[in-house]
């Protein structure tokens, strides 16, 4: 969920970025980039049925493929940390991160950017917050 009022890269413009990037336009790869606009912070398995409503023969391994590759040239953000499924945003968002220390969910939070989207915070994120 994103907290922030941080503007989202378009989900219009995964053919520039890709193109940009010197990689090779493709229909999976243009959706993946288009449902990870539309959906931050997600995991593969959060995110191989919405590409799927979009291209019904998506592999898991098809978007794992497009994920490193979007990583690799800098057009995805990926999210490592001990215990905690991989979590995959498109870069260019200019917020903060904050990582629940009681279920594991990734969110976006409001103030100034840290230097690197490395830096997560730990803390409660919202829907664990609010059923305290």
């Known amino acids: 969920m994103l907290t922030t009022s941080a503007p989202l890269p378009s989900s ?11 990689l090779r336009v493709t229909t999976a790869r243009q959706v993946v980039l288009e449902v990870l606009a539309e959906n931050p912070h997600v995991t593969v398995a959060e995110l191989l049925p919405l590409v799927r409503e979009r291209l019904s023969m998506a592999s ?18 990926r999210f490592d940390h001990v215990g905690v499924a991989q979590r995959y945003e498109l870069s260019g968002f200019d917020h903060r991160h ?17 230097e690197s989207a490395e830096e997560v915070e730990s803390g409660l994120c919202s829907r664990c917050a609010s059923a305290e």
């Open 98 to 114: 904050l990582l629940c220390r009681q279920c594991g969910r990734l969110e976006a939070i409001d103030g100034a950017p840290t």
């Open 60 to 77: 898991t391994r098809g978007v794992h493929d497009v994920l490193t590759t979007g990583v690799a040239a800098g057009l995805v953000h």
């Open 12 to 22: 219009a413009d995964a053919g520039t970025r890709l193109r940009r990037a010197g």
